[in-house]
């Protein structure tokens, strides 16, 4: 089983960055023929949604309302994946999940949270003045 830590999360003024972390302790992503990481993010009453993906390519994709705004990149030799999210606001504001799958995700079913098997337990970002 493979354990997700996320880390990074916390308050933040609108305009303000953060940068969240995810971790795979034992594991090492980039030995898997091929996989897709993600991070999503749900908010109270919602579902979760998907934010932005990379694949083993580096083949990303991101959620319409973060273009240009966060950028996620994994570091293989740190075995972590990154997401930097600038410009925050208060739409911004919920619990961060970081997801792994194993296999490739076709482009068009990166955000279908049915797809990635591992999840961490989140990690909240709190945008507000």
């Known amino acids: 089983q493979v354990r997700l830590v996320e880390s990074g999360g916390g308050s933040v003024q609108p305009g303000g960055s953060l940068r969240l972390s995810c971790a795979a302790p034992g594991y090492t992503w980039n030995t898997w023929r091929g996989y897709c990481m993600g991070w999503f993010r749900q908010t109270p009453g919602k579902e979760r949604e998907g934010v932005a993906t990379?694949?083993?390519?580096?083949?990303?994709r991101y959620a319409d309302s973060v273009k240009g705004r966060f950028t996620i990149s994994q570091d293989n030799a740190k075995n972590t994946l990154y997401l930097q999210m600038n410009s925050l606001n208060a739409e911004d504001t919920a619990m961060y999940y970081c997801?792994?799958?194993?296999?490739?995700?076709?482009?068009?079913?990166?955000?279908?949270?049915?797809?990635?098997?591992?999840w961490g337990q989140g990690t909240q970002v709190t945008v507000s003045s």
């Open positions: 990379i694949d083993k390519d580096g083949s990303t």
């Open positions: 997801a792994a799958s194993q296999y490739r995700i076709s482009w068009w079913a990166r955000f279908q949270k049915a797809f990635y098997a591992y």
